[in-house]
């Protein structure tokens, strides 16, 4: 299975797992969403697409913010804020892991579905 994602793919939440969508929001059950800052959703995408592997910032700002900002300052807010919208612990972590001196993993499970993809609590 490929799981990979784009930002036209939704990810489900339910009581057990999350949804993001491909406008920017996280479902956190029937009647509450968080919206995400566009670049703070495409660094959990990009996070996703790549969670084989640990990502560094310097990666995330070339990649997520294309080197308009040479701060790193900005990813570690942007990856605060997606842990946030999460729930995610960052001392016992379910999505996204710093890796020290390498940078932020993305460890939380999910199932490619036809129309979304599913993140899964453990």
């Given at each position: 299975?490929?799981?990979?994602?784009?930002?036209?793919?939704?990810?489900?939440?339910?009581?057990?797992?999350?949804?993001?969508?491909?406008?920017?929001?996280?479902?956190?059950n029937e009647?509450?969403?968080?919206?995400?800052?566009?670049?703070?959703?495409?660094?959990?995408?990009?996070?996703?697409?790549?969670?084989?592997?640990?990502?560094?910032?310097?990666?995330?700002?070339?990649?997520?913010?294309?080197?308009?900002?040479?701060?790193?300052?900005?990813?570690?807010?942007?990856?605060?804020?997606?842990?946030?919208?999460?729930?995610?612990?960052?001392?016992?972590?379910?999505?996204?892991?710093?890796?020290?001196?390498?940078?932020?993993r993305f460890?939380?499970?999910?199932?490619?579905?036809?129309?979304?993809?599913?993140?899964?609590r453990n």
């Amino acid at each position: 299975m490929d799981n990979s994602i784009n930002s036209e793919i939704s990810i489900k939440f339910q009581r057990k797992s999350l949804f993001f969508t491909n406008e920017d929001y996280i479902q956190l059950n029937e009647q509450d969403s968080i919206k995400l800052e566009p670049l703070v959703s495409q660094t959990l995408l990009y996070l996703i697409n790549n969670s084989e592997r640990p990502i560094s910032t310097d990666e995330l700002l070339n990649k997520v913010w294309g080197c308009r900002y040479k701060s790193q300052k900005v990813v570690n807010r942007s990856i605060c804020l997606v842990r946030k919208a999460l729930l995610d612990n960052t001392s016992e972590p379910t999505f996204i892991k710093t890796i020290p001196k390498r940078g932020y993993r993305f460890i939380g499970k999910f199932i490619n579905k036809d129309d979304h993809i599913e993140l899964l609590r453990n």
